[in-house]
């Protein structure tokens, strides 16, 4: 995760050569584009206008939105502020502040743990916060990461920390832990339902989670 603005430059201009996809999801729509400029000394970027009018303008309602793409191998998100349509040689495009974060993941950090059985703690996301909401841990991996699964209208940009996760263990009560933010992606479950998932950092959680981890990915 980095905040350094020349390193973002850099990972955002090879983005921009390549050609990649920027997405951005939003419930039952996906708003897809290109880079145009990376401008850090100007403190802006500029993105392509989507083939969809109302990705478009559910973008520019937004103060802040977190863009994903995926370059060699690695998921990237970045964070960036203030979206304003703005026309450029008669050509209608969107502006945003020059972003403050970027997230980059390789796409299989670890191998993922089979779980057995499978794997979905319930959770109380935020509990210790200020925006509680439900979710699930459907799987974990070596670091102390794990993977949440929660509602699409819901969005978590990479750095956030849930505080004071209720954390539902098999067979004894509710454990807690904070879990701050990797990354996140839209995701389609078994069932054709789209959802969000992000992978979290575990940040001091209590003993019967770490334990519960270590057991979990012995297998």
């Known amino acids: 995760m980095s905040r350094n603005p020349a390193e973002i430059a850099r990972v955002l201009d090879k983005a921009k050569a390549n050609g ?28 392509a206008r989507s083939a969809r009018a109302a990705a478009d303008e559910a973008v520019l309602s937004r103060p802040r939105c977190a863009f994903h793409c995926d370059m060699a191998g690695w998921h990237i998100e970045f964070v960036a ?24 993941n390789p796409r299989r950090q670890h191998e993922r743990a089979a779980a057995r059985p499978p794997l979905a703690l319930r959770v109380e996301a935020d509990a210790g916060g200020i925006m509680p909401f439900e979710a699930r841990i459907v799987d974990l991996a070596p670091g102390g990461i794990g993977f ?9 940009e990479p750095g956030t920390v849930l505080r004071g996760c209720r954390i539902q263990l098999p067979g004894g009560p509710a454990a807690r832990a904070d879990l701050e933010v990797r990354y996140s992606a ?8 789209r959802a ?4 979290c950092r575990f940040v001091g959680p ?11 990915l012995k297998g």
Do not use: Q
């Not at 920027?22 to 039952?28: D, E, K, Q, S």
């Not at 502006?95 to 970027?102: K, Q, T």
């Not at 969000?196 to 992978?199: A, Q």
């Not at 209590?206 to 979990?216: Q, T």
């Open 20 to 47: 990649v996809p920027v997405t951005l999801h939003f419930p039952g729509l996906t708003f897809e584009s290109r880079l145009l400029l990376v401008d850090p000394k100007n403190g802006r970027i500029v993105l």
């Open 186 to 193: 839209s995701v389609t479950l078994p069932n054709g339902r």
């Open 81 to 104: 502020a203030a979206p304003r349509a703005v026309t450029y040689k008669g050509r209608k495009l969107i502006e945003c502040r020059f972003p403050e974060i970027l997230a980059s």
């Open 196 to 199: 969000m998932r992000s992978g």
């Open 148 to 156: 949440l699964i929660y509602a699409e209208n819901i969005t978590l």
């Open 206 to 216: 209590e003993p019967r989670v770490v334990e519960f981890v270590r057991r979990y």
